[in-house]
């Protein structure tokens, strides 16, 4: 029996990832009072993206898990490049996404007076010079990982002259980029982090929050391991690019003789068939590759909302793909296919027709309009059902008719029946062409005693299509997405910029599609299927007199069908 609770532990303990394994073994260890704080720690310098997504899922979820709190923190330190608006859109996005930060909402620029201090206490203790060296002359003395780096010449200015111009680099004595305070670390180390990285800098720039009381502006390596240490943070999640920061993240805190919170480096999330840098995403909102950074097309997570994604869906596939400690792209399907899946349990179904060709059922009685009653979610019966007019005439889709139908096309043809969806069987007697040869109507007969698309005396019918009256309809704009880029990994061509290999067919719009009457008064950010042509979501630029569609995700799933082939 002890053998076998033994190996019950030890499969628990595989089945965590490993920074629930360290996490579990400080727990029981009694490391940091048993306590589990962990932060998310934005740069407001752009729109978040899904790999953020990632991001925010796991320091959140490891709190939730571990009954412990998550902070929500602007690593706010270079004000050239911030805004307020991107300080709003991360605090919508993370909210959306189901997290409450509660009343731990941060900021550095919060910890500019003691990190300042504490900058001067290094300084005191030899441990930081204020350097006259540009960014250029600092970089071409900076050696190799193999080679030592050149000294400053002011390496060894005394604790006095260091003080005294730190004091005026604060006070806005010195011009942007004269001087830097920095770290007295070392000149051999083969880890680059380590030569005498610059812990301040000089930005005579009006910051969103601090206004001009700031001349000199932390570095992000300096700033962040502070911020963990005063936010009394016990695990400090970070990707894997952050890993040779770790021995500068620790010597900071080591020097300053604070709390030190242990840094634990994760895979970022990469996705196929898009750019995930920053820097990147906002070339193509300023040069207007995209509408802007909620474009449906872009990998923000406000892009991803307007377009359709839930929440749920995002947090189910960041739980699917998992904690890895080595970078790999995953198949952007498998996003799309947890998206599908989502959206298949709280979408309610209606019918629309993108490209529209004209029916009109003969024997059906004029100026007739009935309601035909139609399921609005098979996969949740407590969504009902709703009423839809049908009458002699509708439109269906021009791609369930062909007029020289092979053998096993069961849709619409010349003298083949069809079931209409929640109505009835029609059969097609005649083609009406115009004078280019186009079809532009079709005249059918019904079946009045197959209401409902039942068959009255058992005979097969193989085609089902979804239609919409032709005279009670909502005409709506469908814009319909593709792949933003042409190939899987935009960042992998050796030959071609990404922005070459932007897809010019990223972006359809149907201006005249027709949808049934129910979705009238949808909101901004309803989700629908449409029957057999995919799950749709209203947009934002709808107005009362045009409602605007943006496809969300198509019905055909290629990552299930690959996995399960």
């Known amino acids: ?69 998550c902070n929500l923190r602007f690593d706010d330190t270079n004000p050239t490049k911030e805004e307020v608006e991107y300080v709003d859109s991360i605090i919508e996005d993370v909210k959306w996404l189901g997290f409450d930060w509660g009343d731990r909402l941060y900021f550095a620029s919060d910890y500019f007076d003691q990190m300042y ?47 005294d111009l730190f004091a005026r680099m604060k006070a806005g004595e010195f011009p942007d980029g004269s001087r830097t305070l920095r770290a007295k670390i070392s000149l051999d180390s ?26 000199i502006y932390p570095m992000y390596d300096w700033a962040h391991g502070l911020e963990d240490s005063i936010e009394k943070i016990t695990h400090s999640l970070c990707t894997l690019e952050f890993e040779n920061h770790r021995p500068l993240y620790d010597w900071y805190l080591n ?22 840098s920053k820097r990147k995403l906002l070339e193509l909102v300023q040069e207007k590759q995209v509408s802007g950074w909620d474009d449906p097309r872009m990998p923000t997570i406000s892009g991803m909302r307007r377009r359709g ?21 995953i198949d952007v ?76 096309f069961f849709r619409l043809a010349p003298g083949q029946e069809v079931r209409l969806r929640y109505a009835y069987f029609i059969k097609c007697d005649e083609v009406v062409k115009d004078s280019s040869g186009k079809v532009v109507e079709l005249i059918c007969s019904y079946d009045p005693d197959s209401k409902g698309g039942k068959s009255p005396d058992g005979r097969k019918v193989k085609g089902t299509l979804h239609w919409v009256d032709a005279h009670h309809n909502i005409e709506a704009q469908v814009r319909v997405y593709d792949r933003l880029f042409t190939v899987s990994d935009p960042d992998g061509d050796k030959e071609k910029s990404y922005k070459e290999l932007l897809n010019p067919d990223s972006l359809s719009i149907i201006e005249k599609a027709f ?12 989700y629908f299927q449409f029957e057999r042509l995919g799950y749709f979501t209203v947009d934002k630029d709808s107005t009362d007199s045009k409602l605007i569609f943006n496809k969300t995700v198509g019905l055909k799933d290629s990552y299930s069908k690959e996995n399960k082939n």
């Open 117 to 163: 201090d504490l900058a001067v206490e290094l300084i005191k203790k030899e441990k930081a010079y204020v350097c006259d060296l540009s960014a250029e002359d600092v970089s071409a003395m900076r050696g190799t990982p193999s080679q030592p780096s050149q000294a400053s010449p002011y390496r060894n200015r005394s604790i006095e002259q260091n003080l």
């Open 515 to 526: 949808v049934e009457p129910s979705v009238k008064n949808a909101a901004v950010l309803s």
């Open 1 to 69: 029996m002890e053998n076998k609770n033994e190996n019950n532990l030890e499969e628990s303990k595989t089945s965590l990832n490993f920074i629930e394994q360290i996490i579990e073994t400080d727990l029981k260890n009694g490391k940091n009072e048993s306590r589990v704080h962990t932060r998310f720690p934005p740069e407001p310098n752009g729109y978040l993206h899904i790999g953020h997504a990632k991001s925010i899922c796991l320091n959140f979820g490891m709190a939730e898990k571990y009954n412990g709190l």
């Open 190 to 215: 083969p880890n680059m982090q380590m030569r005498d990285p610059a812990m301040y800098r000089i930005r005579h720039a009006h910051h969103h929050r601090t206004g001009d009381k700031w001349c």
């Open 309 to 329: 994604y839930t929440p749920e869906s995002l947090r189910a596939f960041s739980d699917r793909i998992g904690i890895a400690k080595r970078n790999n792209v």
């Open 255 to 276: 020097e300053a003789e604070v709390y030190r919170p242990q840094q634990i480096e994760f895979a970022r999330l990469n996705l196929s068939y898009t750019v995930m």
């Open 333 to 408: 399907a498998l996003l799309e296919h947890n998206v599908r899946e989502d959206l298949n349990k709280r979408a309610k179904r209606v019918m629309a027709v993108v490209d529209p060709l004209k029916v009109t059922i003969k024997n059906y009685p004029v100026g007739q309009v009935e309601e035909l009653e139609a399921v609005n979610n098979p996969e949740d019966e407590s969504a009902g059902t709703r009423m839809i007019p049908f009458s002699r005439e509708i439109y269906i889709e021009r791609e369930d008719f062909m007029e020289d139908a092979p053998k096993k």
